[in-house]
C-alpha cells in the first residue's frame, strides 16, 4: 500500500514538472515570437521613413528617428522586450539586431551613411571626396540603449554641371 501511494505521488510530481516545463517553454515560444514581430516593425518604420525621403518630391527633404518619447521626429521604440537592439545601417539596408532576431529591410535606392554637411558644409561638392567618404564609412552601427538620434536629408548636390539629389543617413548625436 505505501509502495502504491508512493508510486502514484512519483507519477504526478512527473507529470507536474512536464506540466510546468511545458508551460514555461510556450512562454518562452510566445515571448520571442513576440520579440520577432517587433523587431520586424521597428526595422519596417526604419525602412519606410528611409524609402519616403529618397522617393520625396523635391530636393531638400529631411526628418530624423529618435529613440525618446519627448524628442521630435519618428518615434522607434529602444527596446523589444525589455531589452536594448542594435542597428545596423549600410548603403542598401538597415539591419536589426537583439539575441537571436535579425531582420533586415532594403532601401528603394543607395544612401551615403555620413552627414553632407561635415564634409562639405564650407567646401565646394567633390565626387571624389563623396566617394572616398562612401568608403570610408559604408556603415553605421546604432545602440538603441544609448540616446542616438539618425537624421536622413536629401539634397541637391551639382556635380560638374549636372544636378541629382543624394540621400544621407547620420547619427546626428
Keep these: 500500500m505505501v509502495f502504491e501511494m508512493l508510486q502514484s505521488k512519483i507519477a504526478v510530481t512527473i ?4 506540466l510546468i516545463g511545458t508551460v514555461i517553454g510556450l512562454e518562452e515560444w510566445f515571448r520571442s515570437d513576440f520579440e520577432g514581430r517587433m523587431m520586424d516593425q521597428y526595422a ?15 530636393d531638400m527633404v529631411h526628418t530624423r528617428i529618435v529613440f525618446d518619447r519627448d524628442m521630435e521626429g519618428v518615434y522607434i521604440s529602444p527596446t ?3 531589452k536594448t537592439y542594435t ?6 539596408t538597415v539591419v536589426f539586431k537583439s539575441g537571436v ?16 554637411y561635415s564634409v562639405f558644409g564650407s567646401r565646394p561638392f567633390s565626387r571624389d571626396l563623396m566617394d572616398d567618404m562612401d568608403n570610408a564609412n ?9 540616446s542616438n538620434t ?22 546626428m548625436d
Design 44 to 58: 519596417g518604420m526604419f525602412q519606410e521613413t528611409v524609402n519616403n525621403v529618397i522617393t520625396a518630391n523635391g
Design 138 to 146: 559604408h556603415e553605421i552601427t546604432v545602440d538603441t540603449g544609448r
Design 15 to 18: 507529470v507536474a514538472v512536464i
Design 80 to 82: 523589444v522586450g525589455q
Design 101 to 116: 532576431h535579425t531582420v533586415a529591410k532594403d532601401f528603394f535606392g543607395t544612401v551615403h551613411t555620413w552627414n553632407y
Design 150 to 171: 539618425i537624421g536622413i536629408m536629401k539634397i541637391k548636390v551639382s556635380d560638374g554641371g549636372e544636378d541629382r539629389c543624394e540621400v544621407f543617413v547620420y547619427l
Design 87 to 92: 542597428i545596423q545601417i549600410t548603403q542598401n
